[in-house]
């Protein structure tokens, strides 16, 4: 059935090779995760001058690392001499400079090539010339966005403009104050799905019912399978028994102080395209990242932020940390099993969106102009 003989009510999804096909999936490693602003890092992990650590965005190895005054700064993870890869780590720490393992060519912090051994009958390498190649940076809530392109998209009007079409006003973050909330748990999940389908599958709430048994305890109008992520410009009101955003509804902790009265008791998902999600919640914040590393298999780092007085005071973090990891393992495994149906004859044309989902269309729109150049 093609999209123009579908019932009014339903609308298109994209096709099921769009999922699996690395010829596509290479298109938008170049076209989205090489041209926009990608969150890479968070700035807490590289803490110390010399602490660095090496993403995959697109088809780039990115290395980011704190100088000795403190910056962050960005290159490609190649080396200028004969193309090696210069750090093979994802994190490390290193005194005052990187040095190539191959011939020990050696860069600054600041990726100045600041020494390169026997160069005495080449007086004609130029170590201003010969530096790491830059990747734009921008730190915003605590994490290091880097963009490949030799002219970045404008931040505002990508990544913020995002957050402000979710939220209503991006300025309602502020009040979360996001850059000030430590690392409570990390959790990685290797997913064996397209970015796409882990997207998709964040921006609606028809699965809740279904799939999400003590999310929709806590949160009891995803029961009826609302589009959180676009009903959201007022949160999802938790339910009345419920005393915090834990696996079994009983007390979290501390509440952020600047969360004001209309957001208390409420869960806020927001996508911010093409790879974050960030959730909202009275007292902590949840962050996913993600790094699409083939068609099929992509990499999501998720964090729990939590004030430092709560960190430090060594509170139990478990039953917080549960309810968002179960969601976790249930969206995860459910982008799974639709991965393994994207080549069958049965999802050739696609599938259909039914009208809570519709908002997906807008990201497949999104998609398919960024895809077409
Ligand atoms: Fe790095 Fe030769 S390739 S020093
Ligand atoms: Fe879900």
Known sequence: MTAAELPHSLLATLPG????????????QSRIFEAGWFCAV??????????????QVGRESVLIARDRRGNLNAFLNVCRHRG?????????????????????????????L???????????????????????????????????????????????????QRL??????????????????????????????????????????TIHPELTEVLPEFADGFAAQYYVGHGAEFGDDVRG???????????????????????????????????????HVIIHRMFPLTAERTLVDCDWLYLPDVIASGQDLSRSVELFHRVNQQDFDACERCQLAMD??????????????????????????????
Not at 126 to 149: F, I, K
């Open 245 to 283: 955003f834990t696996v079994d509804g009983g007390d979290g902790v501390q509440r952020l102080p600047g969360v004001a009265e209309h957001q208390d008791r409420r869960y806020y998902a927001i996508t911010v395209r093409p790879q974050v999600f960030i959730n909202l919640v009275p007292d």
């Open 344 to 373: 069958s004859r049965s999802y050739a044309s696609g599938g259909v969106l039914v009208p809570s989902e519709h908002h997906i269309a807008e990201f497949h729109d999104w998609v398919r102009e960024r895809l077409a150049g």
């Open 84 to 112: 090696a890869r210069l750090c093979t780590e994802e994190t490390g720490q290193v005194q005052r400079s990187l040095q190539c393992p191959y011939h020990a060519w050696t860069y600054g912090l600041d990726g100045k």
């Open 17 to 28: 090779h769009h999922y699996t096909d690395p010829s596509i999936f290479a298109l938008e």
């Open 114 to 164: 600041i020494a390169a051994p026997n160069l005495g009958g080449m007086p004609d390498i130029d170590p201003e010339e010969y530096g790491l190649n830059r990747v734009h940076l921008r730190e915003w809530l605590g994490y290091a966005w880097v963009c490949l392109a030799e002219e970045p998209p404008s931040f505002d009007d990508t990544v913020i403009a995002d957050v402000a």
């Open 168 to 209: 209503g006003d991006a300025g309602e973050l502020d009040a979360y104050d996001i850059a000030a909330l430590e690392l409570g748990e990390r959790i990685r999940y290797d997913v064996k799905a397209n970015w796409k389908q882990i997207i998709e599958n964040f921006m609606e709430c028809y699965h809740c019912a």
């Open 42 to 55: 968070r700035s807490a992990d590289l803490a110390e001058p010399g602490a660095f650590q090496t993403v």
